[in-house]
């Protein structure tokens, strides 16, 4: 069963009847199971490692071909299980954008909008499911379902964007894989980058 037909069930509830305590139920099931897709993803590139340490030390043709077709394997089951931690954290950021919006709601705030339509949830859906949607795109095509604009709070959602701070995390990972930047030196401008990200806004 998709994400939103768990949330809104059959009857399609509008978000304005979901409780926060369904939504961060359903939040906290989705975090489990992309944590363990992560730990996966990070256990087989382990085991590809030392597949190919392994076939590179080897000098028979056979043995070689036996490994080379594991590695080849597991190449197939990464792919695969990154398809699956991409859905999670599509699910992921589509419930923290609802339960931001029902908070909100409950405090009097207007930020975005609490009817979502059949229609809506089949769109929404279908862009999970699209690998050729990526996280940004996606948090953008979200955010104009819901009515999260540019006038909208931008310190309610920024922990669940990936936007300046996170930007320039995955720039110093880059980096340090380039041999550009030591990690020590990378952590300490992650940390600075994290912080000016959190610091409210000058008047």
């Given at each position: 069963?998709?994400?939103?037909?768990?949330?809104?069930?059959?009857?399609?509830?509008?978000?304005?009847?979901?409780?926060?305590?369904?939504?961060?139920?359903e939040?906290?099931?989705?975090?489990?199971?992309?944590?363990?897709?992560?730990?996966?993803?990070?256990?087989?590139?382990?085991?590809?490692?030392?597949?190919?340490?392994?076939?590179?030390?080897?000098?028979?043709?056979?043995?070689?071909?036996?490994?080379?077709?594991?590695?080849?394997?597991k190449?197939?089951?990464?792919?695969?299980?990154?398809?699956?931690?991409?859905?999670?954290?599509?699910?992921?950021?589509?419930?923290?954008?609802?339960?931001?919006?029902?908070?909100?709601?409950?405090?009097?705030?207007?930020?975005?909008?609490?009817?979502?339509?059949?229609?809506?949830?089949?769109?929404?859906?279908q862009?999970?499911?699209?690998?050729?949607?990526?996280?940004?795109?996606?948090?953008?095509?979200?955010?104009?379902i819901?009515?999260?604009?540019?006038?909208?709070?931008?310190?309610?959602i920024?922990?669940?964007?990936?936007?300046?701070?996170?930007?320039?995390?995955?720039?110093?990972?880059?980096?340090?894989?380039?041999?550009?930047?030591?990690?020590?030196?990378?952590?300490?401008?992650?940390?600075?980058?994290?912080?000016?990200?959190?610091?409210?806004?000058?008047?």
């Amino acid at each position: 069963m998709a994400l939103l037909d768990r949330i809104f069930g059959k009857k399609q509830k509008s978000l304005s009847e979901l409780n926060r305590q369904e939504i961060r139920k359903e939040e906290i099931l989705t975090e489990k199971q992309r944590d363990r897709l992560f730990k996966k993803v990070e256990q087989i590139a382990v085991d590809k490692k030392k597949l190919f340490e392994q076939g590179a030390a080897q000098k028979s043709p056979e043995l070689r071909k036996a490994l080379a077709q594991q590695f080849q394997m597991k190449t197939q089951e990464q792919l695969m299980v990154a398809r699956e931690l991409n859905l999670r954290t599509k699910e992921l950021m589509t419930l923290g954008r609802l339960r931001m919006v029902k908070e909100n709601s409950d405090k009097g705030k207007a930020l975005g909008r609490l009817n979502v339509t059949d229609k809506d949830v089949a769109r929404i859906n279908q862009w999970i499911e699209d690998d050729s949607i990526n996280e940004e795109m996606y948090q953008e095509r979200l955010d104009q379902i819901l009515d999260v604009g540019a006038e909208s709070d931008k310190r309610s959602i920024a922990g669940i964007q990936l936007k300046d701070a996170g930007s320039e995390i995955m720039d110093l990972w880059s980096e340090m894989d380039r041999g550009a930047v030591k990690q020590d030196d990378a952590l300490e401008q992650a940390e600075r980058a994290v912080r000016k990200q959190a610091a409210p806004p000058e008047v």
